[in-house]
């Protein structure tokens, strides 16, 4: 029987070297010892943020741009991940396929929906006992002596009381609201993902209705007065994804510069960000032009309240566009 008491004396002994937790919690009156308590940090509480974006995106919809589209649904999709935020509005309409009509070319649209924050519990303080009434200075020294034992008697009991609080109460609670937070923003997540696959759906599946350039900036900023002017939404952003092929953009006619100036396009309080995915640089020594064309669109965005010197136009070749557009939209890359 004794050999059979110190075998599993031993055993219960050696549980702690092979990963196990010792079953041994003790308290003696003064400390407080249990091995399975592990500190567990709080994660920070989500802050409600009510200022919300307005995003309009442009894309063309021309057979000749369907590589460039589908490229351009992939980064809109890389870009929109790091951008959205629950509130958030994302309107696409296509552009660039005549100049027919305008109507209908509003292809998706949806508010990016607020799953709700789970409620936290919050931790309480445990009943600890106050430091006793500080001595006179010309107290005798026992007194003071004794004075301090009792102090340090105190803090010691202090101690204790308090680590056993956080492991027997605070840390459970807060591995439980941990729990509970993560799972929302595991939530969060899913829904601006389940977005961005539906916009991307859209842009593969839908058959483009007719919407040119001019046309098509002029309904971006019918809907940017609606929202932003009116102070609906706090930041109106508009993306583009086209080559911004409108034969009117490069005539010097009097008469087609009446008609767009008719349109009333206003981009004043929106940031404008042009993506030209067929050009690697901004140069004229390849087909695609993509300098002259920059010349003739800073000049059309100007005569719009856009401009690079005001800060909200930005014109995005090949050269990292994901990381330079999520930083301009005011994102962490």
């Known amino acids: 029987m004794k050999k059979h008491f110190l075998l599993l004396f031993l055993i219960l002994g050696l549980l702690p070297a092979f990963g196990c937790s010792s079953i041994f919690s003790y308290y003696d009156g003064n400390t407080y010892n249990n091995n399975n308590c592990l ?7 989500p802050i ?7 995003y309009v995106i442009l894309v063309e919809g021309s057979e000749e741009y369907i590589e460039y589209r589908d490229k351009g649904s992939e980064i809109l999709a890389d870009v929109l991940s790091e951008v959205l935020e629950p509130g958030d509005q994302v309107t696409a309409i296509w552009m660039e396929i005549s100049n027919n009509r305008t109507d ?3 292809f998706f649209s949806s508010e990016i929906e607020q799953v709700p ?21 010309d107290a005798p020294t026992t007194s003071k002596q004794q004075h301090q034992n009792e102090i340090d008697e105190i803090q010691r009991n202090n101690s204790r009381i308090e680590e056993e609080h956080n492991c027997e109460y605070v840390y459970p609670l807060r591995k439980n609201n941990n729990d509970n937070l993560a799972n929302w923003q595991e939530s969060q997540a899913m829904v601006i993902s389940q977005e961005i696959s539906k916009f991307q759906n859209h842009i593969s599946s839908i058959q483009p209705d007719v919407m040119s350039v001019f046309e098509a900036l002029h309904l971006a900023s019918d809907i940017f007065a609606d929202v932003c002017d009116q102070g609906i939404y706090d930041d109106c952003q508009l993306i583009i994804v086209s080559n911004m092929g409108d034969w009117r953009s490069i005539f010097d006619s009097g008469e087609i510069k009446y008609q767009v100036q008719e349109m ?30 920059l010349n003739t669109w800073v000049e059309h965005f100007s005569s719009f309240n856009a401009s690079e010197d005001q800060g909200n136009l930005i014109f995005l070749n090949q050269d990292n566009i994901v990381d330079r557009l999520v930083r301009y939209l005011g994102g962490e890359k």
């Open 39 to 45: 500190p567990i940090d709080v994660l920070p509480t």
């Open 48 to 54: 409600i943020d009510d200022s919300y974006r307005y």
């Open 104 to 106: 209908e070319a509003i």
């Open 117 to 137: 924050i789970p409620d936290i519990t919050h931790e309480s303080r445990p009943n600890l006992t106050p430091s006793p009434t500080p001595l006179l200075i």
């Open 264 to 293: 009333n396009i206003d981009f004043s309080n929106v940031s404008v960000s042009v993506i030209w995915l067929e050009c690697k640089f901004f140069s004229d020594l390849f087909l695609n032009k993509c300098k002259t064309r």
